[in-house]
């Protein structure tokens, strides 16, 4: 990825029911400070970004750490065509580099379809959990 493609990237943002203008995702690129443990890559079909994936490596003092998948989006009319399973398997292979013996993602209840996707890589299910936030009241 690059700065360049933050307006396509933002055009993916509502296949996952995000909305997210070209400045804000140019914001949020930059607030990633380069050599660090996240990864960011883009797919292309002629020359037109048509998927996006965010992968980090986690290391963790109560585990070997692993790298999590933390955003993967495939522009609708792409979606079939190996686009998805490309930018999963490039993640799982940059993840399997540096150093982690597994590769994590989360997907919502609702998203059936992905995770019959997830499964037909290989990806099990491992746990059931909950996700629990903490709203700044500024």
Not at 66 to 80: F, H, M, P, S, W
Not at 116 to 137: A, D, I, M, Q, T
Request: a positive charge; charged letters at 25%.
């Amino acid at each position: 990825m690059t700065e360049q493609d933050a307006e396509s990237i933002s055009g993916l943002m509502p296949v996952l029911g995000y909305v997210a203008t070209a400045a804000a995702v140019r914001s949020r690129f930059w607030d990633i400070p380069a050599g660090s443990s996240d990864y960011l890559f883009v797919a292309e079909l002629t020359d037109e970004v048509v998927g996006f994936c965010h992968v980090k490596g986690i290391r963790r003092i109560d585990s070997e750490g692993y790298g999590e998948i933390l955003t993967v989006v495939v522009k609708a009319d792409c979606q079939r065509f190996g686009v998805g399973r490309s930018l999963v398997q490039h993640a799982a292979e940059w993840v399997f580099k540096k150093g982690f013996s597994r590769v994590r993602l989360g997907s919502g209840v609702h998203r059936v379809e992905a995770h019959l996707f997830y499964e037909s890589l290989g990806f099990k299910k491992s746990r059931p959990s909950c996700v629990f936030e903490l709203h700044n009241k500024k």
